[in-house]
């Protein structure tokens, strides 16, 4: 056997080895990436789909490479090559992405559009290209790991199977241990260490025992680089990757503000003066007992909770009202806690709020759904099932108060079927279908439309004045347009099994991005 050949059992584990990481390193370069992304350009269905078709396209051209290459490659030396190339292009990839979309995405809220397309398309090229080195390592292996004694198909059943074995452990390690542990950048850093290692292993064709060494200290030597922030603001006290997103809390002289991922609205405020956060969907949230038939709540539900701007509300206004607040983040709830004055007092769940609903035995006077981050509209909360279950949870006389993005600069007012409500119109048609009285108002100033739901008519009210606020809370609360009959013609009720809410929230977003292509 001449030197550099590998033998058939030391040459078949390296074989393996290298099936099972490719699989694992491109999804966690999948799912990283999707990470790295989404404080700039979000989660939205268009962005995934782009991530998605940078992967494939990448595997699919490095799989024809690789296939042409494989017959010429007569040890393993040019596999490990490739494994070095893709783990330097991988670790390269945070560093030079991130810096271009920062600087496009300046451009683009300035009404630019060109600039973050370009980036975006960018970036999802420097994403495809270690994955395509990637795919290009799946035909070498079998090329070298089909023997004469064995036919190709028995050892390209096990490639296939180790291959796919590593996808399941790249995502789960990455999606579930790694990103929420050590952030995104040093998941990508360690995933990169990790391909390197074991491809100078297969060029210098050292025992398996070194090569698990290699890997153990680039790994670690990964894993000490610093961090640093995600994504540089002005004025950030506050930074944290959590399991679902990037949240930030950032601080000016006047208050402190929390987002989430790329931070195009705010979730929840905190004055600095200790003043009760009552602009906006905040103060329509403080408003919600004016629509029931009993006044002062006793009971309260957020869904969606966030840093707890409206719990606190809540809190200073009825200090009686027992105060619950569903948050599918646990470290959104921490930052409340710490930045934002979330209070003690009120009782959190961690959990989905949908869950929640079909688990939870008690009533409530106001139910505040606001989980809705537009583009992100989640379908589970959207649909006839879920508002039957708010429906069930809510007491006599009281009220369901949704938050709904439309999408739009929030400059002016307008109406059911304008096109810009698409989203909107659908959850109003979908609660009328559950409820008897469908109220909405936009909130001036914002891309926002709230819509009040009830069982009783709006003569039934009690009104602001029954409330019995502070004068000055009164006066706030006052300046908020009225409220109007919110009912849709011709739209369809969304169900649990047909809710298409990312074909309309990606319709309304077209329109947006078609307005500033045409300035």
């Known amino acids: 056997m001449t030197e550099g050949t590998p033998g058939p059992v030391e040459g078949r584990a390296y074989l393996y080895t290298a099936a099972f990481l490719t699989g694992a390193a491109t999804m966690a370069a999948e799912l990283a990436g999707a990470r790295l992304v989404a404080p700039f350009y979000g989660t939205s269905t268009p962005v995934w789909a782009l991530l998605v078709g940078a992967v494939l396209a990448g595997l699919a051209a490095g799989q024809v490479v690789g296939g042409r290459i494989s017959p010429v490659t007569r040890t393993l030396r040019p596999l490990g090559g490739l494994l070095v190339a893709s783990g330097a292009l991988l670790a390269l990839l945070p560093v030079v992405a991130r810096p271009l979309m920062v600087g496009t995405l300046t451009l683009f809220h300035h009404g630019s559009l060109a600039p973050i397309l370009a980036s ?65 950048r040093r998941t990508l850093w360690t995933c990169a260490a990790a391909l390197a290692a074991v491809g100078v292993a297969g060029v210098v064709r050292r025992t398996r025992a070194a090569a698990v060494l290699i890997v153990l200290a680039v790994a670690a030597g990964a894993l000490a680089l610093p961090g640093g922030i995600v994504k540089p603001r002005r004025n950030v006290v506050f930074e944290d990757e959590t399991t679902y997103g990037l949240v930030q809390v950032a601080q000016d002289t006047r208050a402190r503000w929390l987002t989430i991922d790329e931070g195009y609205a705010y979730q929840s405020v905190y004055p600095l003066d200790g003043s009760l956060a009552l602009e906006g ?41 027992a105060l619950t607040g569903v948050e599918i983040d646990r470290g959104v709830v921490e930052a409340g806690r710490r930045f934002m004055a979330l209070p003690p007092e009120v009782r959190v769940v961690t959990d989905d709020a949908r869950a929640w609903l079909h688990r939870d035995p008690d009533r409530y006077d106001v139910i505040v759904l606001d989980a809705f981050r537009f583009p992100y509209v989640p379908f589970q909360l959207a649909t006839v099932e879920c508002f039957r279950a708010m429906e069930a949870r809510l007491a006599k006389g009281g009220v369901v108060l949704v938050n709904v993005g439309r999408g739009d600069d929030g400059q002016g007012i ?24 469908v109220r909405g108002a936009d909130v001036p100033g914002a891309p926002n439309t709230i819509l009040v739901a009830s069982r009783h008519p709006p003569a039934l009210d009690v009104g602001l004045a029954a409330l019995s606020l502070p004068e000055d809370t009164t006066a706030t609360l006052d300046r908020l347009p009225p409220l109007r009959p919110w009912l849709p013609e011709g739209v369809r009720v969304l169900t649990d099994d047909h809710a298409p809410v990312e074909w309309l929230t990606d319709r309304v977003l077209l329109r947006r991005l078609s307005a500033m292509a045409r300035r």
């Open 120 to 184: 975006a398309l960018g970036v999802t090229t420097l994403l495809a290209l270690p994955v395509a080195v990637l795919g290009a390592c799946g035909p070498v292996v079998l090329h070298h790991a089909v023997g004469e004694s064995e036919g190709a198909g028995p050892v390209a059943g096990r490639i296939y199977a180790l291959g796919t074995a590593g996808s399941l452990a790249g995502t789960y390690l990455s999606g579930l241990v790694l990103v929420p542990m050590i952030g995104t």
């Open 281 to 321: 969907v905040w103060g329509w949230y403080a408003l919600a007992p004016a629509f029931t038939t009993t006044g002062a709540p006793g009971d309260v539900l957020f869904l969606g909770l966030a840093g707890g701007s409206a719990a606190r509300a809540y809190r200073a206004l009825w200090p009686e009202a």
């Open 414 to 437: 307008g109406r059911p079927g304008d096109g810009l409500h698409d989203v909107v119109d659908a959850v109003a048609a979908t609660l009328a279908a559950v409820f008897p009285t």
